[in-house]
């Protein structure tokens, strides 16, 4: 969304605009039928021919040969426009699989934020020092997530895991 945002009204492409309005309505009724108890999107099939109609249309917007971006190797690299059309293109089914599956979030920032403590971890000190420590410190932080994420208190959580009572959050299955 940030680099259709960019796309639309930084360089003035239409597409990219009817591309976000496009996915804000989709998520939307995902939204609405989730709240309903459906199972399945009614109209996911024409959200994704909408999809593909702005998709195409940033294809022919931005040519092959259209500008290159400035600085050192622009004459072979292709407008950012281009770039961002031709992701769309070829991961299609997953960016639109949100449509298909109503389990799944329109977006990926539970993944993102479980794992940039990782990543801080990782620019802060550079690395860690052996697997076996990478590995503790990724199960810490999982069931430290898991834990918040279902409204459980996490002192107490850590607290049981050192009396060797522990809180065991509820993991669901398909």
Same mark, same amino acid.
């Given at each position: 969304?940030?680099? /259709?945002?960019?796309?639309? !009204?930084?360089?003035? %492409?239409?597409?990219?605009?009817?591309? +976000?309005? @496009?996915?804000?309505?989709? @998520?939307?009724?995902?939204?609405?039928?989730?709240?309903?108890?459906?199972? !399945?999107?009614?109209?996911?099939?024409?959200?994704?021919?909408?999809?593909?109609?702005?998709?195409?249309?940033?294809?022919?917007?931005?040519?092959?040969?259209?500008?290159?971006?400035?600085?050192?190797?622009?004459?072979?690299?292709?407008?950012?426009?281009?770039? /961002?059309?031709?992701? =769309?293109?070829?991961?299609?089914?997953?960016? /639109?699989?949100? /449509?298909?599956?109503?389990?799944?979030?329109?977006?990926?920032?539970?993944?993102? %934020?479980? +794992?940039?403590?990782?990543? @801080?971890?990782?620019?802060?000190?550079?690395?860690?020092?052996?697997?076996?420590? *990478?590995?503790?410190?990724?199960?810490?932080?999982?069931?430290? *997530?898991?834990?918040?994420?279902?409204?459980?208190?996490? =002192?107490?959580?850590?607290?049981? @895991?050192?009396?060797? !009572?522990?809180?065991?959050?509820?993991?669901?299955?398909?």
């Amino acid at each position: 969304m940030r680099e /259709l945002t960019f796309v639309h !009204k930084v360089q003035g %492409q239409l597409w990219a605009g009817e591309l +976000i309005r @496009v996915l804000e309505e989709a @998520v939307a009724a995902c939204h609405r039928a989730r709240e309903r108890g459906a199972r !399945k999107l009614w109209n996911a099939r024409q959200f994704a021919t909408d999809f593909d109609r702005w998709v195409r249309d940033g294809l022919r917007t931005n040519p092959p040969n259209s500008p290159p971006r400035t600085g050192k190797g622009a004459a072979s690299n292709p407008s950012k426009g281009r770039r /961002l059309a031709e992701r =769309l293109l070829e991961w299609r089914d997953d960016y /639109l699989r949100f /449509l298909f599956d109503l389990s799944l979030p329109f977006t990926n920032n539970l993944s993102e %934020q479980a +794992i940039r403590m990782f990543k @801080v971890k990782g620019k802060i000190s550079g690395c860690f020092r052996t697997t076996e420590g *990478a590995d503790r410190f990724c199960r810490i932080r999982s069931y430290i *997530a898991t834990c918040h994420r279902q409204g459980m208190p996490i =002192l107490a959580c850590l607290r049981s @895991v050192f009396a060797a !009572k522990t809180m065991t959050p509820v993991l669901q299955h398909p």
